[in-house]
């Protein structure tokens, strides 16, 4: 598989806030009569007193094309935003970390291959064989923070400070997976990098992203919080809407290197200008931070399903590649959009409560660069040819299927002559059969994802699209219901001795319910033998353990299809 990479020379910026009239545009002779109308049209929808506004920014080989603001920074004292107005870059923070470890690289300061134990002292022994590269990779093995906040007992609405996160990734028992093994995106991983680039500057991660990043590039609006109460001047407010509703949403989370960022308009000028012509950077490092991550373990070549150095990942789009990552803090989003080998690059900043704006910034691609994504928006499923299969053929498919890895349940179907594929939340998609055993998912948009059946004893399906076809493995087995005898076997009380941590179990309605009082219920579905499953992040796979006298003794959390944390049984009942 080739993925080419990025060069930076074209950087499209949308800020969202609260908006009401047109603050600051400008012509630009760059842009056609008809490109610039369909960037107004864009941003305009925001253009009211009382809703949400924008902030534009197009950029081409460090050269100016559009720039136009509306809206408010905040709302109760009517204050515009401006090109110089702060924004939160929420997990896109994890992209100027990224380049800015390879700042530390080219000055000989850091080591791709170095542990990380060399300057990260009090992290746990087990993480010894974690270097940096693996950070970058997300290779570590090391746990996402935000899966130990939720099973140490944490709420969203809680404030997530990097004390706090540090605290949870040194309470670890083991890693995940051997270093450099595999592959599993983590915060914990550029939370961990910001510490690193603390530890080797001497400088902290705050003082050293200002004093040998920000502050050189002419970025004096751009910084890194150490703390989720630091006023910040001249800063955006966070907004939501709840039944139509204005109000405020604070931000809950401030990790160093992963969302900590915030930045303007303006110096995001310069960030791009940077990149286009780096002078911080070695050419050769650019390249890196836009190659798509991709090693070697033992006898096995293991790519990212399309995350670059960078931290920004590869997407299919209209019939081409492009580059994509988003985020949220509070009530503001973020995403970025980078073509290959086109130079271009688009960002936007939400604090309209908004979860996703990104298509803008997908949008704003397709209006600049038509000759490149040549695909359709919208796949006409008319024009593909499929194969005549009756129901009596389309029946052998049908059943239950589970994905161990990923604890995911599916159910494919049989309704009306037509195969669906069937979410627990009862959402389907239909199938079209276009090959012996295989069939295309009717998706809306361009995006084309398969189902690969097996033959033969031990039937299951490949999940996954044209780039990836085994993206998941989906496993046939038989359901059934256990009665009320034996569903109390598994009722009482379990711990996590880690984070003491008390679950109930019980029966409500005929089926098992885990509860705790600040993580909630969650209800079991059984899947096979003591294995159970549940819609509930981080509790999506459940494997009972029993003695010798098969007397149930805890719970095993599975993830991505290792034991991973105990449950142990403390009662029966």
Same mark, same amino acid.
């Given at each position: 598989?080739?993925?080419?990479?990025?060069?930076?020379?074209?950087?499209?910026?949308?800020?969202?806030?609260?908006?009401?009239?047109?603050?600051?545009?400008?012509?630009?002779?760059?842009?056609?009569?008809?490109?610039?109308?369909?960037?107004?049209?864009?941003?305009?929808?925001?253009?009211?007193?009382?809703?949400?506004?924008?902030?534009?920014?197009?950029?081409?080989?460090?050269?100016?094309?559009?720039?136009?603001?509306?809206?408010?920074?905040?709302?109760?004292?009517?204050?515009?935003?401006?090109?110089?107005?702060?924004?939160?870059?929420?997990?896109?923070?994890?992209?100027?970390?990224?380049?800015?470890?390879?700042?530390?690289?080219?000055?000989?300061?850091?080591?791709?291959?170095?542990?990380?134990?060399?300057?990260?002292?009090?992290?746990?022994?087990?993480?010894?064989?974690?270097?940096?590269?693996?950070?970058?990779?997300?290779?570590?093995?090391?746990?996402?923070?935000?899966?130990?906040?939720? %099973?140490?007992?944490?709420?969203?609405?809680?404030?997530? /400070?990097?004390?706090?996160?540090?605290?949870?990734?040194?309470?670890?028992?083991?890693?995940?997976?051997?270093?450099?093994?595999?592959?599993?995106?983590?915060?914990?991983?550029?939370?961990?990098?910001?510490?690193?680039?603390?530890?080797?500057?001497?400088?902290?991660?705050?003082?050293?992203?200002?004093?040998?990043?920000?502050?050189?590039?002419?970025?004096?609006?751009?910084?890194?919080?150490?703390?989720?109460?630091?006023?910040?001047?001249?800063?955006?407010?966070?907004?939501?809407?709840?039944?139509?509703?204005?109000?405020?949403?604070?931000?809950?989370?401030?990790?160093?290197?992963?969302?900590?960022?915030?930045?303007?308009?303006?110096?995001?000028?310069?960030?791009?200008?940077?990149?286009?012509?780096?002078?911080?950077?070695?050419?050769?490092?650019?390249?890196?931070?836009?190659?798509?991550?991709?090693?070697?373990?033992?006898?096995?070549?293991?790519? /990212?399903?399309?995350?670059?150095?960078?931290?920004?990942?590869?997407?299919?789009?209209?019939?081409?590649?492009?580059?994509?990552?988003?985020?949220?803090?509070?009530?503001?989003?973020?995403?970025?959009?980078?073509?290959?080998?086109?130079?271009?690059?688009?960002?936007?900043?939400?604090?309209?409560?908004?979860?996703?704006?990104?298509?803008?910034?997908?949008?704003?691609?397709?209006?600049?660069?038509?000759?490149?994504?040549?695909?359709?928006?919208?796949?006409?499923?008319?024009?593909?040819?499929?194969?005549?299969?009756?129901?009596?053929?389309?029946?052998?498919?049908?059943?239950?299927?589970?994905?161990?890895?990923?604890?995911?349940?599916?159910?494919?179907?049989?309704?009306?002559?037509?195969?669906?594929?069937?979410?627990?939340?009862?959402?389907?998609?239909?199938?079209?059969?276009?090959?012996?055993?295989?069939?295309?998912?009717?998706?809306?948009?361009?995006?084309?994802?398969?189902?690969?059946?097996?033959?033969?004893?031990?039937?299951?399906?490949?999940?996954?699209?044209?780039?990836?076809?085994?993206?998941?493995?989906?496993?046939?087995?038989?359901?059934?219901?256990?009665?009320?005898?034996?569903?109390?076997?598994?009722?009482?009380?379990?711990?996590?001795?880690?984070?003491?941590?008390?679950?109930? %179990?019980?029966?409500?309605?005929?089926?098992?319910?885990?509860?705790?009082?600040?993580?909630?219920?969650?209800?079991?579905?059984?899947?096979?033998?003591?294995?159970?499953?549940?819609?509930?992040?981080?509790?999506?796979?459940?494997?009972?353990?029993?003695?010798? /006298?098969?007397?149930?003794?805890?719970?095993?959390?599975?993830?991505?299809?290792?034991?991973?944390?105990?449950?142990?049984?403390?009662?029966?009942?």
């Amino acid at each position: 598989m080739n993925f080419h990479r990025v060069k930076v020379s074209i950087g499209i910026v949308l800020f969202t806030s609260l908006g009401f009239v047109n603050l600051y545009s400008q012509n630009f002779s760059n842009l056609s009569a008809a490109q610039e109308q369909k960037f107004n049209n864009m941003v305009n929808r925001w253009d009211n007193q009382t809703k949400p506004g924008v902030a534009v920014l197009v950029m081409h080989k460090g050269e100016l094309v559009y720039k136009k603001c509306v809206g408010l920074a905040d709302v109760e004292h009517q204050i515009p935003i401006k090109s110089t107005t702060i924004f939160p870059l929420a997990e896109l923070s994890s992209h100027l970390t990224a380049t800015a470890a390879f700042v530390l690289i080219d000055k000989g300061l850091l080591s791709l291959d170095t542990p990380i134990a060399r300057y990260l002292t009090d992290m746990p022994d087990f993480m010894a064989k974690v270097r940096v590269k693996d950070l970058l990779q997300h290779s570590s093995g090391i746990d996402d923070l935000h899966r130990l906040h939720v %099973l140490a007992g944490g709420q969203p609405n809680e404030v997530l /400070s990097q004390d706090v996160a540090l605290k949870l990734l040194r309470s670890q028992q083991n890693l995940l997976f051997e270093p450099g093994s595999s592959t599993q995106d983590s915060a914990s991983n550029m939370l961990l990098l910001a510490e690193v680039i603390g530890s080797v500057s001497g400088k902290g991660f705050a003082r050293f992203m200002k004093e040998d990043l920000f502050e050189p590039l002419g970025m004096l609006h751009t910084f890194s919080i150490e703390h989720i109460d630091q006023p910040i001047a001249n800063a955006v407010l966070s907004y939501t809407s709840e039944n139509d509703v204005l109000l405020r949403k604070r931000t809950t989370s401030c990790l160093f290197g992963y969302n900590s960022i915030y930045s303007s308009l303006d110096d995001l000028i310069k960030w791009e200008q940077h990149l286009n012509n780096p002078s911080l950077l070695k050419a050769e490092s650019v390249k890196k931070l836009n190659a798509l991550i991709e090693f070697d373990y033992q006898d096995e070549t293991i790519k /990212s399903t399309g995350t670059t150095l960078g931290q920004i990942g590869y997407h299919w789009e209209s019939g081409a590649h492009k580059s994509w990552m988003r985020g949220n803090l509070g009530g503001f989003s973020s995403s970025v959009t980078k073509v290959v080998h086109k130079g271009f690059s688009s960002y936007i900043f939400a604090n309209t409560g908004e979860a996703y704006t990104g298509w803008v910034t997908v949008r704003a691609a397709l209006i600049l660069l038509p000759d490149f994504f040549v695909g359709p928006s919208n796949i006409d499923y008319s024009k593909i040819k499929t194969l005549s299969l009756d129901n009596k053929a389309l029946a052998q498919y049908c059943g239950d299927y589970w994905n161990a890895e990923a604890g995911f349940r599916r159910t494919i179907t049989l309704e009306r002559d037509t195969l669906r594929y069937v979410r627990p939340n009862g959402d389907s998609t239909p199938l079209l059969p276009i090959e012996k055993n295989r069939f295309q998912m009717m998706t809306p948009g361009d995006n084309w994802y398969f189902l690969k059946f097996s033959e033969g004893k031990d039937p299951y399906f490949h999940y996954g699209s044209r780039e990836f076809p085994e993206y998941y493995t989906f496993d046939k087995y038989e359901s059934k219901t256990l009665n009320a005898s034996t569903l109390q076997n598994y009722e009482g009380s379990y711990i996590d001795k880690t984070f003491h941590v008390v679950y109930d %179990l019980k029966i409500e309605n005929g089926a098992l319910v885990l509860k705790n009082y600040r993580i909630g219920n969650i209800p079991l579905t059984h899947v096979q033998g003591d294995t159970f499953s549940s819609e509930t992040p981080y509790f999506t796979h459940l494997k009972f353990e029993r003695d010798a /006298s098969e007397t149930i003794t805890g719970i095993q959390l599975m993830h991505h299809g290792e034991e991973n944390r105990l449950l142990r049984k403390i009662s029966i009942r």
